[in-house]
């Protein structure tokens, strides 16, 4: 069986552009699902989006010595409280 050719993957402006365009084609047409490639996405990052948050200044002080005495910044900490709760208020969601 001849191998079918694989047609280039066109160059985007945007996410929104490159989502509209796997939304409307066959993707077989682009890639052989045959031979997929290995991928190590380990490395990569979550999208973050800044937000602008008011805390009482007692609360960020206490968050701050929190932070200074795991030696780690206190945004990091923050984010890390926050998805911990966020977890444990999904998980007692669904049980």
Sequence with gaps: MPKK??????????????????????????????????????KLKPTTESIS???????????????NAKDVPYQSLMKIYLAERVEKELKAKSA
């Design 5 to 42: 050719k694989i047609k280039a993957i066109p160059k985007f402006k945007s996410e929104d552009e490159e989502r509209d365009f796997w939304a409307k084609v066959d993707s077989s047409e682009y890639f052989d699902w045959n031979n997929p490639v290995e991928l190590d996405l380990s």
């Design 53 to 67: 948050l008011r805390l009482p200044s007692y609360l960020l002080g206490r968050i701050k010595e929190l932070a």
